[in-house]
């Protein structure tokens, strides 16, 4: 009886993690083929900076459950006490990183508010520079989101941008360049003319913009950590079962 019920548990994390191991080699594979494509995918991925990024997330992501899904099923399929150990391990790791990532943001919730932002931004936000990380940060989510300054373009009066920029009231990443392509309107836009930039500030672009995943997001995180909950009782149960 035992050693049925050791089989079974031994085939089910086999199937377990075969579709793990499945769901892996397809997201590196797509994040292979965008960065590779020779048809030209990857211009137009790079033209916007969040898609771009996402490449990055989704290569990060498939390498993971592609070396967890492969450790999953060799454990299981050849009872191997190491690889069990070490896939119990990885995801252990991965599940108390996840556990730390949610306390951390609890603990520092009252650093994104919207005061807290503005703040930041008019403290170190340079304008057209691409070797300042938090400069070229807030160009990506202006450009990416159509969007100016963090509640709007009068984020930008009496900052360090207006410093080092005294005839520009606004930076070109407010632009509304689609709109109104063109050297001639980059120019009015950044000196002052509100029909040339985007108005709305970026807090609530975002907010808006994320509102509608909120819920998915959610269920989505919940059932990640069922999965990796059952999977390491899975491979526990494996491993203190193996003679």
């Known amino acids: 009886m035992e050693g049925d019920c050791l089989s079974c548990m031994k085939y089910l994390m086999f199937i377990f993690n075969f579709f793990i191991f499945l ?19 990857r211009e137009i991925v790079a033209a916007n900076p969040l898609l771009f990024t996402g490449v990055y997330v989704i290569l990060a992501m498939g390498s993971m ?16 006490k190491c690889l069990l150990l070490f896939f ?7 599940f108390l990183a996840e556990l730390a990532a949610a306390i951390l943001a609890f603990l520092f919730r009252e650093h994104l508010t919207r005061e807290y932002f503005t703040r930041e931004l008019k403290r170190h936000y340079q304008g057209h520079n691409n070797t300042d990380v938090f400069t070229s940060t807030w160009n990506a989510i202006m450009t990416t989101f159509n969007c100016c300054g963090v509640s709007g373009p009068e984020d930008f009066e009496e900052s ?42 970026c807090y ?16 989505l995180a ?6 990796e909950l ?3 009782v899975f491979a526990m149960c494996l491993f203190r079962g193996i003679q």
């Not at 119990?88 to 991965?94: E, K, Q, R, V, Y």
């Open 23 to 41: 769901g892996g080699s397809f997201l590196l594979g797509v994040g292979v083929w965008v960065l590779v494509d020779p048809m030209g995918f």
């Open 65 to 80: 459950l592609f070396l967890l899904g492969f450790l999953g099923c060799c454990g299981a399929i050849r009872e191997n």
């Open 88 to 94: 119990f391990m990885l995801i252990l790791f991965i």
């Open 160 to 201: 360090l941008f207006r410093l080092l920029n005294p005839s520009k009231m606004v930076p070109e990443a407010c632009c509304q360049r689609n709109s109104y392509p063109g050297d001639a309107s980059v120019e009015q836009c950044v000196s002052g003319t509100v029909a040339f930039r985007h108005n709305k500030g």
């Open 204 to 219: 609530s672009a975002m907010v808006d913009y994320f509102e509608t995943y909120i819920y998915t997001a959610g269920a």
């Open 222 to 227: 919940i059932v990640v950590l069922t999965i």
């Open 230 to 232: 059952f999977a390491m």
